[in-house]
């Protein structure tokens, strides 16, 4: 029997996209509290990207010496940071409801948060039913 696959497209369209899971460590605390690094750190990531944000981000700071959380709601999702000064990391997810082409995560966040460490997971969101297998013959 041959088998056929549909492979998450439609009318030429992609059914899936891209979710980043990226966890910095090694960053000066000062780096991890500065709204404005951070909003670089978010622009850069829209900028080269290609992303549409919808609206500007919203932040959140954590009182005395904590950190601080931004969203950003994007056309194709959200970009979002959480910052940890106490132990100088940072957790940033990006989910892109289309494929898109990786980013320099460590080179970026080495250059803009002084990361030392950065750990990058992917997954591929597929957001269309699953495929569906037809026997043939």
Same mark, same amino acid.
């Given at each position: 029997?041959?088998?056929?696959?549909?492979?998450?497209? %439609?009318?030429?369209?992609?059914?899936?996209?891209? %979710?980043?899971?990226?966890?910095?460590?090694?960053?000066?605390?000062?780096?991890?509290?500065?709204?404005?690094?951070?909003?670089?750190?978010?622009?850069?990531?829209?900028?080269?990207?290609?992303?549409?944000?919808?609206?500007?981000?919203? &932040?959140?700071?954590?009182?005395?010496?904590?950190?601080?959380?931004?969203? &950003?709601?994007?056309?194709?999702?959200?970009?979002?940071?959480?910052?940890?000064?106490?132990?100088?990391?940072?957790?940033?997810?990006?989910?892109?409801?289309?494929?898109?082409?990786?980013?320099? &995560?460590?080179?970026?966040?080495? %250059?803009?948060?002084?990361?030392?460490?950065?750990?990058?997971?992917?997954?591929?969101?597929?957001?269309?039913?699953?495929?569906?297998?037809?026997?043939?013959?």
């Amino acid at each position: 029997a041959n088998v056929r696959y549909s492979h998450g497209r %439609e009318n030429g369209m992609s059914q899936h996209g891209i %979710e980043w899971f990226v966890d910095a460590t090694g960053c000066p605390a000062l780096h991890l509290r500065a709204r404005d690094r951070l909003r670089l750190v978010f622009d850069r990531i829209v900028d080269e990207l290609d992303l549409h944000p919808i609206g500007p981000p919203h &932040w959140h700071r954590f009182p005395n010496a904590g950190g601080l959380t931004g969203i &950003w709601m994007l056309s194709e999702s959200h970009l979002a940071i959480h910052t940890f000064p106490e132990f100088g990391s940072i957790c940033v997810n990006l989910f892109c409801c289309r494929p898109r082409s990786a980013w320099p &995560w460590e080179k970026r966040l080495a %250059e803009l948060l002084g990361a030392r460490a950065v750990t990058i997971r992917s997954l591929d969101r597929n957001y269309a039913p699953l495929p569906q297998v037809e026997t043939v013959g």
